[in-house]
T-cell receptor, first 113, second 112 residues
């Protein structure tokens, strides 16, 4: 199993551009989520999904959009990039249920100029 | 709102020391607690998962304990090695939809 994969690894955008961060998992996990990691702030939840067709907002959802059309994929869309969205983005997945371990992808380092 | 605290933010120890990393959380109604390791520029690697009904978990030189009533967990690292140098993150799972709340991490440096 490849586990949780994320693409791209690095990205530089200009303010106002849009882009999609890709996340995929091959473990048939129902739960998937997106976090951002910023110095001094720790990891914060952006959006999450409990299954295909179901998404919800986390702690810092503004400026981001998600959809979940398949169990495997959970893309994160930046609608109009802002410098405040410069961060490292991590995708995670876990089996259904509240007792299961979460697995993280390697991250995408995004810089918005 | 759940808050997770890890103090100190950084720790430097000589090789061979046994050490304890602390984690505290404000809401004891958790499902589980997970310890992660993060190397510079890398993703998160899960080290140990403790369910709310458990008191501790062990993996090799690592032992994690959980005292849910007092809102505390400790990660014990035996006989530390330079390869243990990394940032250690504590996260608690609350709510029914697998939402993790993270501490800011402890950056550990083990000196040869």
């Amino acid at each position: 199993n490849a586990g949780v994969t994320q693409t791209p690894k690095f990205q530089v955008l200009k303010t106002g551009q849009s882009m999609t961060l890709q996340c995929a998992q091959d473990m048939n996990h129902e739960y998937m989520s997106w976090y951002r990691q910023d110095p001094g702030m720790g990891l914060r939840l952006i959006h999450y999904s409990v299954g295909a067709g179901i998404t919800d907002q986390g702690e810092v959802p503004n400026g981001y959009n998600v959809s979940r059309s398949t169990t495997e994929d959970f893309p994160l869309r930046l609608l109009s990039a802002a410098p405040s969205q410069t961060s490292v983005y991590f995708c995670a997945s876990s089996p259904a249920g509240s007792y299961n371990e979460q697995f993280f992808g390697p991250g995408t380092r995004l810089t918005v100029l | 709102k759940q808050e997770v605290t890890q103090i100190p933010a950084a720790l430097s120890v000589p090789e061979g020391e046994n050490l304890v990393l602390n984690c505290s959380f404000t809401d004891s109604a958790i499902y589980n607690l997970q310890w992660f390791r993060q190397d510079p520029g890398k993703g998160l690697t899960s080290l140990l998962l403790i369910q709310s009904s458990q008191r501790e978990q062990t993996s090799g030189r690592l032992n994690a304990s959980l005292d849910k009533s007092s809102g505390r967990s400790t990660l014990y690292i035996a006989a530390s090695q330079p390869g243990d140098s990394a940032t250690y993150l504590c996260a608690v799972l609350t709510g029914a939809n697998s939402k993790l709340t993270f501490g800011k991490g402890i950056t550990l440096s083990v000196r040869p």
